[in-house]
Structures are given as C-alpha cells and as structure tokens.
C-alpha cells in the first residue's frame, strides 16, 4: 500500500482538478451556435444573416422549452403524394409521444397562404421566401421542430432522445437526422457516464 502511495495521491489530485476544471467550463450546446452569423456573445439585434434571424425568431414563437429538430430526406422531393404522406405520418407519430408538446413543419406552419390540403404539397410553397426555415429550396429537406413538455424538475431527461430515436427507426426512408441541445446534451451525458466508469474502474484498480 505505501508503494502506491503517491500514485494514489496524484490521482486523488488529478480527479480533484479535473471535476473543478469540469464544474467551471460552461457548453452552448444549442443548435444556433452552428448557424452562420450567430454568436451567443451578440444580441439578436446584431445577427445579419437573414435567415437566421429568421430560424431564430420562429424558435422563440413557438418555443418555452427543450427543442429537438428531425430532418428529414427525400430521394426525390417532398413535392410527391408518397413523400408528404409518410413526412405526416412521422409528424402524427413524434406528436404521439409522451414526451412531446407539439410539432411544427410545413404541415402546420401558419403562412400566409395555404399549401398542403391534407394530401399534397403545393409547389409553391418553394417559392415562399417564409418556407426557408422549414424546407430546402430543391425539396429535398424538410424540418420539423419538435417542442419538449418540461419535465417536473426541469432538467434534461435522457430517455427523451432514446424515445424519438426509437420513433425514427420505423422512417429509415426518410433518413431522419436528430439535431438540437437536447441530442448533444444525451451524448455528452453518455461520454461523462462513460469517462466516469473508466476512473472509477482504474482508481479501484490502484487500490
């Protein structure tokens, strides 16, 4: 035991040092962070890029909470009969979930005029400058911005991103990309678990 001993108390150290630095260090880990034009140093006021001004002022309309946004891929557009049925199937079923408030995608947005009818989508819609934050120009890519209910404790609760990517399995068609703080913050949370693991199994090993 007094062999290890100054191994032991370096490492006691280390960790000690190691969870300060961590305690200290402060992640945006909202998805705006990647958009061009944002920094979380500057005000809305002062973001230049248009649209994500735009993105940015539709996220605080519908938003009181976590958000997660699917993206969605059609091989074609989802200007096809087939393609909107299954983009609203997906919707129908991310708004089922129990951890869901509501969600919002071309299917529902509020524009000035009207595009879907329940069964198809207007090609017009890609001429809309308003659609920008919810479809690609070439119809390829939609958004849907999915609203998380706050949980009791109003911390991020893990099972959240397990429950969407469990909806998304049945929509590989679509290749349904998760996206948003939520998701970064799931992953983050496993790599500490993970980190966590592997100290504590080399700590005891010292031991």
Same mark, same amino acid.
């Given at each position: ?15 000690i040092c190691l969870f300060l630095t ?70 129908? +079923?991310?708004? !089922?979930?129990? @951890? ?6 071309? *299917? &529902?947005?509020?524009? %000035? ?16 400058? +308003?659609?920008? !934050?919810?479809? @690609? ?6 958004? *849907? &911005?999915?609203?998380? %209910? ?58």
């Amino acid at each position: 035991m007094k062999r290890y001993r100054y191994t032991i108390l370096f490492s006691a150290i280390f960790v000690i040092c190691l969870f300060l630095t961590l305690n200290r260090i402060r992640i945006d880990s909202g998805y705006m962070v990647f958009l061009p034009g944002y920094s979380p140093r500057q005000g809305f006021e002062s973001i230049q890029n248009e649209n994500v001004r735009s993105l940015l002022e539709v996220s605080k309309t519908f938003s009181d909470g976590a958000q997660i946004v699917v993206i969605a891929k059609a091989s074609e557009t989802f200007l096809e009969p087939s393609k909107v049925k299954r983009l609203a199937e997906l919707q129908k +079923e991310l708004s !089922n979930l129990q @951890s869901v408030k509501s969600v919002v995608s071309i *299917l &529902n947005y509020p524009f %000035k005029q009207v595009y879907f009818d329940g069964s198809t989508l207007s090609k017009e819609i890609l001429n809309d400058p +308003e659609s920008r !934050n919810f479809i @690609s120009a070439d119809g390829k890519y939609v958004l *849907l &911005n999915c609203i998380l %209910k706050p949980t009791n404790d109003f911390k991020f609760d893990p099972q959240i991103v397990k429950e969407i990517r469990k909806a998304l399995s049945s929509y590989g068609d679509l290749s349904p990309l998760l996206f948003g703080e939520a998701v970064i913050n799931y992953y983050l949370f496993q790599e500490i678990i993970c980190f966590k693991r592997s100290s504590d199994s080399r700590f005891s090993t010292l031991l």
